[in-house]
């Protein structure tokens, strides 16, 4: 199943997507983790935008859609963080300002608990990307630079096996997503590295 594309409009762009998640969301770390799964869902949209061999302006807006719904995906998450509001909250709120049922339906399908199938390529990218580059910024922080230049994709497959490090990301989803979106788990976490790596000055890492 394919992602629909339209053209963002000023209102669902990736800038008005930005002011959505700031508003709601003041944690820097939780801006960084927002940016981070930007960073390689966007990598992931340019993949499938080339194997759509969309156009230019089909290209633009499937970056776009991917961006946004990367930003959005837990804009709700430090005012609503429990399983009982989050990202239901924030899925209402983006259905009320009119934000596309393909990034509203990603969104729901990336909390295994929502009961949401993952059908389109965005929402199962999306899952897999989530604790992946949470992970990886994880796997930066303990380096003595504290860069992500400096994270090597060996080291971060022996850290998952090592359940003591952050330990609060679930592993299982980790392996099921890739699964999913139907890439090799180590291919998985180098192209996913190499997307944030691309992008630490924004990352801070």
């Known amino acids: 199943m394919t992602d629909s594309v ?3 409009t000023s209102a669902h762009d990736r800038a008005a997507a930005w002011e959505l998640l700031i ?3 003041k944690s820097e770390s939780l801006r960084k983790h927002a940016l981070g799964v ?9 993949v499938e935008a080339d194997r759509l061999g969309f156009a230019s302006s089909e290209r633009n807006a499937l970056l776009d859609l991917y961006a946004t719904t990367a930003l959005l995906h837990d804009f709700d998450y430090e005012r609503h ?6 990202p239901f909250v924030g899925v209402a709120e983006l259905a009320r300002l009119g934000w596309p049922e393909v990034t509203r339906t990603a969104i729901l399908g990336h909390a295994t608990y929502s009961g949401v199938p993952r059908e389109t390529h965005l929402a199962k990218a999306l899952f897999a990307c989530d604790e992946l ?7 930066a922080l303990v380096k003595p630079t ?7 994709p060996t080291g971060v497959r022996k850290k998952l096996k090592d359940k003591a490090f952050a330990r609060g990301v679930n592993r299982d989803d980790v392996f099921q997503s890739a699964q999913e979106l139907g890439v090799e788990l180590d291919a998985h976490i180098a192209f996913c590295l190499a997307a944030m790596q691309r992008r630490s000055a924004a990352l801070g890492l």
């Open 6 to 8: 339209a053209s963002s």
């Open 23 to 25: 508003s709601w969301t």
């Open 38 to 46: 930007e960073a390689c869902l966007v990598a992931y949209a340019e």
């Open 81 to 86: 963080p429990s399983l009982e509001e989050h």
């Open 133 to 139: 580059s949470g992970f990886l910024t994880a796997c």
């Open 146 to 152: 504290k860069a992500i230049a400096d994270v090597e």
